[in-house]
């Protein structure tokens, strides 16, 4: 193994903000879509995920609302099945010990329920929101990934679009301290922008041109975390391999290029 870099001890305190005005309007038609699916229909001001997707639409406040909504549960819902499917390809039981890592105000977790799952995230009220309004165990993460202290291994933990945010500084140490949270045998799945996500993002190919493996950009949908530690990354095949074996003793079972949203690449990695 490489030596690691020394962690930074000046990472910036997380303060989170606002995202966006939720209102009788918006939980009434947040119900209509939570009702759908069986799940909670609370929403989080703080919550940037579905601020960033508001934001992204482009027709008028109500109906936007209403886009942003449809997407957030239904989407939610089918990245739920994604992650109960990929757990039955790799032979895990339904009562395997899950974390889902960076689960954020459980767009995903809220439709995981029959999991024996526990959420985590570096948003101190993310943390309260799903162990309070979903009922679902959560242990907080931090901004140095050698500070984390998660308490307990796991069969199987998920990142749904963190490794994507991760800058190079962060990259290597959080797989290092994610997979040391594995118990022998246990699998980590982390998603990544890779090539085909720089095929269509033009902002994420202007940062990896002239052959580079590795891409970073300050902005992200997450506006209240510093880009010292979150931004928007794209990365190639090699500097993820390189990362997996520099950090950890895993070894990959698949890649999936673009297998979340057919966009993001999907990693499976399994500790020995
Ligand atoms: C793009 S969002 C994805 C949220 C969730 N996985 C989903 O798919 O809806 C990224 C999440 O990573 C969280 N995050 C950022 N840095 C983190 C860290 N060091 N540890 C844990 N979570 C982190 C953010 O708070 C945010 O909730």
């Not at 689960?103 to 995981?112: A, F």
């Not at 070894?251 to 979340?260: D, E, H, L, N």
Request: one cysteine or more; proline letters at 7%.
């Amino acid at each position: 193994m490489l030596p690691m870099k020394e962690p930074s001890h000046n990472s910036p305190p997380v303060r989170s903000s606002k995202a966006f005005e939720a209102n009788d309007f918006l939980r009434s038609l947040a119900k209509i879509w939570a009702d759908r699916y069986s799940v909670t229909p609370e929403l989080h001001e703080y919550d940037h995920i579905f601020g960033h997707l508001v934001a992204r639409l482009s027709t008028g406040e109500e109906i936007k609302l209403f886009e942003a909504l449809k997407h957030y549960f239904e989407n939610g819902a089918a990245n739920a099945q994604q992650v109960r499917e990929l757990m039955t390809s790799l032979g895990l039981p339904r009562d395997a010990r899950a974390l889902e890592f960076a689960s954020g105000y459980g767009r995903v977790t809220r439709h995981l329920k029959d999991l024996n799952l526990v959420a985590c995230d570096i948003h101190p009220e993310a943390v309260s929101f799903c162990t309070e309004v979903l009922s679902v165990a959560a242990i907080p993460s931090a901004s140095i990934p050698e500070h984390w202290k998660p308490g307990e291994k796991f069969d199987f933990i998920f990142a749904i679009s963190l490794w994507s945010h991760l800058p190079d500084g962060l990259f290597q140490r959080w797989l290092s301290a994610v997979c040391a949270a594995l118990k022998p045998g246990g699998y980590l799945m982390f998603s990544t922008h890779g090539a085909h996500a720089a095929s269509v993002v033009p902002q994420l190919a202007e940062v990896i041109s002239n052959g580079q493996q590795y891409g970073y950009l300050d902005g992200s949908d997450q506006k209240d975390l510093d880009p010292s530690i979150y931004g928007s990354t794209v990365v190639l095949p090699p500097y993820v391999i390189k990362a997996i074996y520099d950090a950890t003793n895993a070894r990959i079972v698949s890649f999936k290029p673009a297998g979340w949203w057919g966009l993001q690449d999907e990693w499976v990695v399994r500790v020995p």
